[in-house]
């Protein structure tokens, strides 16, 4: 077992070896360093955006019936984190992303790799791009940290999910973005 000491400026001793920031010892010092050297880089493996046609119309109105709808589409995908950057929340889109990716990993080792960058990219709260989530369910994932599964975020998930619908998608259809879109192609449309 570790023992966890209390943040203090003054470290006599590293005080254990996890990986999760919980308190100030050396190591995890040493392991903000490296982080942050290795930030950019794993930054840049985030597609700008997910390859996909364009949407037709009907997919296009089909995004104001649902949030789901919304949701299964790439194209739809895009366009709403185009919408989120203009709010500065795009990281729950990240986040969900990640998440999504991390469910169809079926190798351990790259599972815990990926679930040990999805927490240090966004539960952490050392992270620039940290989501928004509630006590109970960083306490969960903590927890499930000591053995990472494709599953280990799904609460969070879930939650960043139910507060993009909930708080950002209303916003999204009325949104210059989603309107100039759907103009866009009911007008592409009706010329062809």
């Not at 254990?16 to 100030?24: A, P």
């Not at 019936?65 to 895009?78: E, H, I, V, Y």
Request: charged content about 25%; some cysteine; hydrophobic content about 30%.
């Amino acid at each position: 077992p570790t023992t966890v000491q209390p943040a203090s400026n003054h470290r006599p001793n590293a005080c254990c070896f996890c990986w999760c920031c919980c308190c100030s010892c050396s190591w995890n010092e040493d392991r903000e360093r490296a982080w942050r050297a290795s930030r950019e880089t794993k930054l840049e493996t985030i597609p700008n955006c997910e390859a996909c046609g364009s949407p037709t119309p009907e997919e296009v109105q089909g995004w104001a019936q649902s949030f789901d709808k919304l949701m299964k589409s790439p194209a739809g995908r895009n366009v709403f984190r185009q919408f989120l950057r203009t709010e500065y929340s795009e990281e729950n889109m990240l986040f969900w992303l990640a998440c999504e990716e991390l469910k169809t990993e079926c190798n351990k080792h790259t599972i815990d790799e990926k679930a040990r960058m999805i927490y240090e990219d966004y539960i952490s709260i050392l992270s620039p791009k940290e989501v928004s989530l509630d006590s109970r369910v960083r306490e969960v994932i903590n927890r499930k940290m000591q053995e990472p599964s494709s599953h280990t975020f799904d609460d969070a998930q879930l939650q960043i999910y139910t507060l993009m619908h909930r708080d950002s998608y209303p916003r999204f259809l009325n949104s210059a973005i989603y309107k100039s879109l759907l103009q866009s192609v009911s007008h592409s449309s009706s010329e062809s």
